[in-house]
């Protein structure tokens, strides 16, 4: 009973340890560190991949100031041949993916050497990006987080898609997912538990220490032998 109520006592104050900044009510654990992006989720990634799909399917289409469609408009055409490496449905599925999970999305702009003029367009991921700014301007410009280091992208250069304003970073959309980072983690953890049980033919592995030389009890009718405070299982009964 005694190993039962300290295992206990651990599994509880792994959701409030202490020194750590929690991201839900009554919970010091971090679960977004834990969740991380999100996209090793299947119950983030079956909903965020629908809005994905479905979204390229919309036409992208320029409006006048009354509502009639300029065919041929240059940014629509931007919008469906984005740059040389991928068409515009791939390049919106991403935005598209971003926005629902992390409630920002970026797109940069490359321009022609001598007009100026916007030529492309190239999707960065929401991760990697983070808007700067100052007392007297919202936002300055941007820093992309790369393997290589950090690199400053310019504000006129970006252009930042944001799910409303984020209370706590106005220079941030608010990620609708936020709030369910512990839902989510508790699914990731409830998947890993039982895929670890069928791994081992349907027997949850256990472990307990005893004082050295002494004998372990009895659990669910398995026996141990311990000499050291790792016990050693064996399959005779007691």
């Known amino acids: 009973m005694n190993a039962l109520v300290t295992v206990s006592r651990k599994a509880f104050n792994l959701l409030r340890r202490d020194g750590e900044t929690g991201d ?8 977004s560190r834990d969740v991380g992006d999100g996209l090793s ?23 006048d100031a009354d509502g009639q469609i300029i065919k041929g408009h240059p940014l629509s055409q931007l919008f469906t041949n984005p740059n040389p490496w991928y068409g515009g449905g791939a390049m919106r599925s991403a935005v ?5 999970v992390q409630g920002n999305a970026y797109l940069e702009i490359g321009r022609g050497e ?4 916007p030529m492309e367009l190239y999707y960065q991921p929401a ?16 820093v992309q987080n790369t393997a290589t280091g950090p690199r400053t992208i310019a504000r006129e250069d970006m252009v930042h898609f944001r799910n409303g ?10 990620a609708p997912l936020q709030s369910l980072l512990r839902e989510v983690f508790t699914d990731d ?42 016990t050693h299982w064996c399959s005779r009964r007691r």
């Not at 001598?114 to 003029?117: I, S």
């Open 165 to 174: 304003l984020d209370p706590r970073d106005q220079k941030r959309g608010l």
């Open 114 to 117: 001598r007009t100026g003029v």
């Open 24 to 31: 839900t009510p009554r919970s010091k654990f971090n679960f």
């Open 127 to 142: 991760l990697q990006i983070e808007p700067k700014g100052t007392s007297d301007e919202l936002i300055t410009h941007y």
């Open 41 to 63: 989720s299947n119950v983030i990634v079956a909903v965020a991949l629908w809005v994905a799909r479905n979204f390229p399917e919309a036409p992208v289409a320029v409006e």
């Open 189 to 230: 953890e409830a998947a890993a538990a039982t895929a670890a049980i069928v791994r081992n033919m349907g027997i949850p592995r256990m472990r307990s220490g005893t004082p050295s030389g002494k004998r372990s009890r009895t659990i669910f009718g398995a026996c141990s032998a311990a000499t050291t405070a790792e």
């Open 96 to 100: 598209a993916l971003d926005y629902t």
